[in-house]
Every structure is written in structure tokens, then in C-alpha cells.
């Protein structure tokens, strides 16, 4: 061993509490010498698995893949964690020259044909061995993630396969960099006599955006942060300044020069074309969708458009409203695009009397975790303890100890709730370990990012709060895991079924009885009032088609995109503007994501022709919840225990639609999805 390994911590047993990775003696510097020594070791693994001299059983075989890199994936897992919540220039160089070579290993063990020959004579027999349903099925996922990755096609196809790969990883990283570039690059100051209508909450965060880019004392800057730009375009009383902000986060990616992702997209498109085509399909999705529940594409589109087209004429309702009251504040018509929140906004607080002010101090960032804690343990059984004193990654991170009703250890916690510019936007679950059955038992580390704007005490509005427990359902989908194989454990489900656990969670943060018992004024103690509460709840389903049309126009994009047979590259512009004729996008509501900067298509696959999947499991989740509300209570021990055993704690172990069919006693209804975006009951014309 030379000496800088030996004085490598990514390297070294972890003799640290819950082998935690010991983030204190960490350094960028680590990763390279530590990736390339864990590929290695990855490799002589499989090595050892695809030429061993006995006949390929289920334990040799199968069993021993699910065993093997570990040490790459430990490694692995740091860095992907490091990278999202405490980024640096030397982490984002080391991922732009690591994403491909990782993508060319990870294709060598694929086409590794030693391997997948023995994997597939067990599989062809995989009726008579004896096997376990979980074992049945780990040898079927890896067999098919063997196939989708190139392992049964000829000599000269599996390089192409392979150089795809490699490609590919580098221009989705360049992607998200490219993205990155442009929202740090934009910083909107704004004068004192321009803050016109901006809440108190937007202010403190447009002078610490202010404070973070070195002005003075007492500027404010509006970047394009969610959470602040979102804010501003709702708020602001300067039309022109919101104009600005809206074509500023509509064109990044799209600006010509070094951050243009616009030759980048078509060059992905084709790509992907040429790797479907390659494993024999007509098109992308149909290679994505091989791997899905939902059965084909137009399975997909015949559900988008079930939302889309109430939604859409529940728009032009809403539409004339907002076009009544710019008349009436003097303000042009046609409404634009930079003027539907700002306006609709203006008729929520007329019609429920909101004030932020007023409502804010009943909900705490501690006492809603507190809720979500409570609500786990009242459905699940299980405890969250808090530890200190264990060194993490940030000052600002906090872990908990999680034991199941026995008082038994099950997983540890960690949450990571604070904005920062390290960090990059949004809010996501990931993980340092995987639960499984390895060495009498492995433990799941759990993580939730989210990016609250920091305060003493931090004070949260209803959509953070929902936020806060959807990552929350992601997490216990990983901590409540129960399954032997890692391949098959927590949240590693079918794209489409994966948002179930998560958007299911977020029924009881608006649970009347939960908000009772937890909302209280962070100053009084006292519980938030039901008359405001009900005021609330009614608010928030206030301009729901909006929302559904902001998404599902993205979601039916990107399904024509990766549906496309034409060989010929895609000029992206072009293909977007057609396509937004096509399918009717009102110009006044836009898209949630337009092609240039869309992350979930092309800053890696799992999402690619997969944007839909967040309304398929609000499908099953609405439906899911109604199962709860049939019985007239919202933790019916019967029915959590069911969840518990069916979707929460399988993972990817049992068929995703066998899971559900189970829970829920019959297949899953799309209704109670409408019926909460509030489109059951509008008729539709034509
Ligand atoms: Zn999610």
C-alpha cells in the first residue's frame, strides 16, 4: 500500500459512531486515489465471481454480486452527498473527470460476459432453484439490469453501448453545471424605492443574498433561487422587475456561449436514441418504460391528459378572474406570465383573509419535525432520539437515533434543513448506507436535505411544511426497510412507484388533528386557532390549476421528446415551440421546466421520459390515503400496519402493483388524484 492510501480516511475501516464516515478528516484530495482503488477492488471482485470454478449457484452467483463494491459505493456515497450539501470548485472538477470513467467501469461490469453467462443459466432455471420470492426476484432485476445495460449484444454493439455511456455521463454533468452557472451568474439589485410589496421573509433573504455576494449593508439582491425568486414573482409590485426575473430563470440554459445547453440537449436526445435502438427499441421511452409499472406510453399520456384537460379549462376560469382584477388595479391586459402568481396571490388574500405574519409563528421548524416524529411513531411504532456531539459535514446537521417499537436500533437520522451556497437548490432524501441482511443485519444511514432560509427561531409557510414531510416519507421508505438484499432494499423501487412513500406522507401534515396538537405559537405555546387553520387548509388548495398545468405540460414535453422516432438530430427551440402549440400551453402560465435547463431530463436518466412519475404516484398515493380515510381515522392501526408491511417496508423485494394491490385490496383508482387537484368536478367542454 503507498502512503498516501494508507493516510486516505475514505480507505480506512470507520471505527466511528454508526460507521459514520469520519467527515472530519475528509478532503477533496481523498476522492481521486480512493475512487481509483475502490474500482479496483470492484473489479477483482467480479473477477472473482465470474471465474470461480464451481457451477453457478444462487449464493456464488447472485448473493455474492449483491456483496460485491462495497467499498466503491461507500466511497461513492460520501462524495454524491459531499457534492449536493457542501459543494466546492475541487469537488465539482473532481465529479466532471470522475462521471465518466465511473460510467465506463460500471459498463465493464455489465458486459463483464463470465458474469452475466452464469447469471443467465441460474435465471433460465430460476423456477427450480429453490428460491425465496426476494431471492426470485434479485436474480430477475439484476438479469434485466444486466440486458438494459448492453450485456447480451455482440462484440462491436457492446462498445458502442459502452462509448454511449461514457458520453453521456459527461454531457448530463455538464448539463447540471451548465445550469448552475447561470443561476449564480444572475443577481438582480434591487434599489430601496423597488422593494415594493416584498414580505418581510423575501427582504431578510434578499439581504442575505446581498450580504453573500460582499455589497453593503442594507442591499438587496433577488437571484434565481426558488426561494426567492418564486417569492419575488409573487410579491413584488414592479411589473417590469418581474418580467426581468421571470425571462431570466426562463432562458437559463439557453444563452449562447459556454453555459449553452442547447446543442448539449440534442446531442443527449440522439444518444439515447441510438442506446434504445441498439437494445432493439422503436424509441427512448419505450426503453425506460420497459422498467417501469406504468405499461406504455400511451398509458402514460391517457393519464397526464385526464389532468391536463379539466385543468386547463379551469385555468381559463381562474384566467378571467385575474383578468378582472388587473383591470381593476390598472394593470395591462392580456396577463403575462410574470403576472398570474402576483395576481392570484392578491385574490388569496382576499378571499381567506392570510396573513403571514399572523401565521408563521405557529409553525416552527422544531415543532413540525416534532410532528413528523410523532406522526411515524403513531403509524409505524418507532422513536427518534437526538445524539450530539458526532462530527458531521456542516455545524448546522443534526442526527437522531431510530429504534423500532422493541426499542430496538433500526437506522440513524440526519437532517440537514438549512439553506446555504454550498448547497445546491431543492430538497432530496439520500443515504451514506443501505439497510440489508448483510453481516447479521446492516443499519441505514438516512438523510434529508431541505433549503429553509435560516432563522431564530426558523419559521415555516404550509408548502415547506409539506416539503418537510415528503423527503420525511422518503426517509422512512429507506429507514423502515426490511429486505435481505441490498439490491433490493429502501427506496431502490421502480422510477414510478418510488414518489408513493413520500407524497403519501405529506396527507398528515395537513391532518387537522396533527396541526392541533403541534402548531403552536413558537412564543405563547398556544395551539394554532381551528377557525385559522380551516383558513389555511382552504387556501392552500386555492389555485390548483395552475400547478397541474405548470407540471403536466413538462411531463407530456418530455414524453414526446424521448417518443420520438425521427433519426434526425432535434433543434430544441424548435421541437419545444411545437410541441407547446401542439398540446395548447396557455403562454400565461408557462411550463415548470423549459428543455434548456430541465435537471430532471438531462442531468442524468433516472427521471428521462420519467417526468410523469410524480402524478402515477399521486395516484396511488391519494388512493392510498382515502384507505385511511374510509376508516375515519387517520393512524387506523389495521391499516398502517398494512402500509407498513406492504409499501414502506419491501422495498423493491415484492412487484410494485402486487405491493399496492395488497394495501389497498383492489387496484388503484385515478379519482381520488382529481379529486384532490380539484378536477373531478369540472366539466369539460368537448
Ligand atoms: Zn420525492
Not at 126 to 154: I, K, M, N, P, V
Not at 342 to 368: C, G, H, T, W
Not at 574 to 595: C, N, S, T, V
Amino acid at each position: 500500500m503507498s502512503l498516501s492510501q494508507e493516510a486516505n480516511p475514505l480507505l480506512e475501516e470507520w471505527q466511528t459512531p454508526y460507521g459514520l464516515p469520519p467527515f472530519d478528516r475528509i478532503l477533496p484530495e481523498h476522492f481521486p486515489a480512493a475512487f481509483d482503488a475502490a474500482m479496483l477492488q470492484h473489479k477483482r471482485e467480479i473477477e472473482a465471481v465470474a471465474s470461480a470454478a464451481q457451477a453457478p449457484t444462487f449464493e456464488n452467483t447472485v448473493a455474492a454480486l449483491d456483496a460485491c463494491g462495497q467499498l466503491l459505493l461507500r466511497v461513492e456515497l460520501v462524495f454524491d452527498n459531499l457534492s449536493s450539501s457542501e459543494t466546492s470548485p475541487a469537488l465539482q472538477a473532481i465529479e466532471l473527470e470522475y462521471s465518466p470513467r465511473l460510467a465506463v467501469h460500471a459498463s465493464a461490469i455489465y458486459q463483464n460476459e463470465g458474469l452475466f453467462t452464469r447469471l443467465h443459466a441460474l435465471y433460465e432455471r430460476r423456477s427450480s432453484l429453490g428460491l425465496s420470492t426476494e431471492q426470485q426476484r434479485l436474480l430477475e432485476r439484476f438479469h434485466l439490469d444486466f440486458e438494459r445495460a448492453g450485456a447480451t449484444l455482440g462484440k462491436d454493439d457492446k462498445a458502442r453501448f459502452a462509448a454511449i455511456a461514457e458520453e453521456l455521463a459527461t454531457l448530463t454533468t455538464q448539463f447540471s453545471q451548465n445550469v448552475l452557472a447561470d443561476e449564480s451568474s444572475f443577481a438582480l439589485t434591487v434599489a430601496d424605492d423597488e422593494l415594493a410589496g416584498l414580505p418581510s421573509f423575501v427582504l431578510a433573504a434578499a439581504s442575505q443574498a446581498a450580504r453573500e455576494r460582499g455589497l453593503p449593508e442594507g442591499a438587496h439582491v433577488i437571484t434565481l433561487s426558488p426561494s426567492l425568486a418564486e417569492p419575488f414573482l409573487t410579491f413584488s409590485e414592479r411589473r417590469d422587475l418581474r418580467e426581468q426575473v421571470w425571462h431570466a430563470r426562463r432562458q437559463r440554459g439557453a444563452y449562447a456561449g459556454d453555459h449553452d445547453n442547447r446543442p448539449l440537449t440534442a446531442k443527449i436526445v440522439a444518444l439515447r436514441q441510438e442506446q434504445a435502438a441498439l437494445l432493439g427499441y422503436a424509441t427512448f421511452a419505450d426503453y425506460k418504460l420497459a422498467d417501469r409499472m406504468a405499461p406504455s406510453v400511451a398509458a402514460v399520456d391517457e393519464l397526464l391528459q385526464r389532468a391536463w384537460k379539466p385543468a386547463i379549462a379551469k385555468a381559463q376560469h381562474d384566467r378571467e378572474q385575474l383578468t378582472a382584477l388587473a383591470t381593476e388595479l390598472g394593470q395591462p391586459t392580456p396577463i403575462a406570465a410574470w403576472d398570474w402568481r402576483y395576481l392570484s396571490e392578491k385574490v388569496r388574500q382576499k378571499s381567506f383573509a392570510i396573513d403571514d405574519a399572523q401565521v408563521k409563528p405557529y409553525f416552527s421548524l422544531d415543532a413540525m419535525q416534532a410532528a413528523m416524529f410523532d406522526c411515524a411513531s403513531r403509524l409505524f411504532g418507532v422513536r427518534f432520539q437526538e445524539r450530539h456531539g458526532i462530527p458531521l459535514y456542516h455545524s448546522d446537521v443534526r442526527l437522531w437515533e431510530v429504534t423500532d417499537s422493541e426499542g430496538k436500533m433500526i437506522g440513524v437520522f440526519i437532517g440537514d434543513n438549512f439553506a446555504r451556497q454550498t448547497k445546491r437548490s431543492g430538497a432530496w432524501m439520500s443515504i451514506l448506507r443501505s439497510q440489508s441482511g448483510r453481516n447479521g443485519g446492516t443499519l441505514p444511514i438516512v438523510l434529508n436535505n431541505n433549503n429553509f432560509a435560516k432563522g431564530s427561531p426558523t419559521l415555516l409557510g404550509f408548502d415547506d411544511i409539506r416539503t418537510l414531510f415528503h423527503e420525511f416519507g422518503h426517509g422512512l421508505h429507506g429507514l423502515l426497510s426490511n429486505v435481505q438484499y441490498e439490491r433490493l432494499a429502501g427506496t431502490r423501487v421502480l422510477a414510478d412507484f418510488v414518489e408513493l412513500p413520500s407524497q403519501l406522507f405529506e396527507n398528515w401534515a395537513q391532518e387537522r388533528e396533527v396541526l392541533l396538537r403541534h402548531a403552536r405559537h413558537v412564543e405563547t405555546g398556544e395551539p394554532i386557532p381551528a377557525e385559522l387553520l380551516e383558513r389555511l387548509q382552504a387556501a392552500s388548495r386555492f389555485n390548483q390549476a395552475f400547478t397541474t398545468v405548470q407540471y403536466v405540460g413538462p411531463a407530456l414535453m418530455d414524453m414526446a421528446l424521448h417518443a420520438r422516432t425521427e433519426t434526425t438530430p432535434v433543434d430544441i427551440t424548435q421541437f419545444e415551440a411545437e410541441q407547446a402549440a401542439k398540446l395548447g400551453i396557455p403562454e400565461d402560465i408557462g411550463m415548470r421546466h423549459y428543455l434548456p435547463h430541465f435537471k430532471h431530463l438531462f442531468s442524468g436518466d433516472q427521471y428521462a421520459a420519467g417526468y410523469y412519475v410524480y402524478m402515477w404516484a399521486e395516484v396511488l398515493e391519494a388512493d392510498g390515503y382515502a384507505a385511511f380515510e374510509e376508516t375515519g381515522d387517520p393512524f387506523d392501526r389495521a391499516t398502517a400496519e398494512r402500509l407498513l408491511k406492504w409499501i414502506y417496508s419491501v422495498g423493491n423485494s415484492i412487484d410494485p402493483g402486487t405491493a399496492f394491490r395488497t394495501f389497498r385490496g383492489r387496484e388503484p383508482a385515478v379519482e381520488p388524484m382529481l379529486q384532490k387537484r380539484g378536477l373531478l368536478d369540472t366539466a369539460v367542454p368537448g
